[in-house]
Nanobody, 122 residues
Framework: QVQLVESGGGLVQAGGSLRLSCAAS????????MGWFRQAPGKEREFVAV????????FYADSVKGRFTISRDSAKNTVYLQMNSLKPEDTAVYYC???????????????WGQGTQVTVSS
């Protein structure tokens, strides 16, 4: 089993950048597909990005493609989400998640962090 703890959220002006981190416990981190999701108030949780177990494959939601980059460092048991050119509509609680299969629906992932708030002011 793996446990996930996100960090790096905060308040940023539109056009700014943030890097989220997700630290995983457990020695099986490298076996998991890792994803980032977000949930804005009153909205469903939505897919943001996913990375394969070895970092060789990534996939992004259209809304963040070209602005966000997902990466992982297996030596540090950490997955990152670099967010550039942030927009007010990126405001949400961001969650990292771990799963055994490649996919984008939240149901694909069975372990979740507690979330970190990202607020982008206009």
């Amino acid at each position: 089993q793996v446990q996930l703890v996100e960090s790096g959220g905060g308040l940023v002006q539109a056009g700014g950048s943030l890097r989220l981190s997700c630290a995983a416990s457990g020695r099986t981190f490298s076996r998991f597909v890792m994803g980032w999701f977000r949930q804005a108030p009153g909205k469903e949780r939505e897919f943001v990005a996913v990375i394969s177990w070895n970092g060789g494959s990534t996939f992004y939601a259209d809304s963040v493609k070209g602005r966000f980059t997902i990466s992982r460092d297996s030596a540090k048991n950490t997955v990152y989400l670099q967010m550039n050119s942030l927009k007010p509509e990126d405001t949400a609680v961001y969650y990292c998640a771990a799963g055994s299969y490649w996919g984008t629906p939240p149901s694909t992932f069975n372990t979740w962090g507690q979330g970190t708030q990202v607020t982008v002011s206009s």
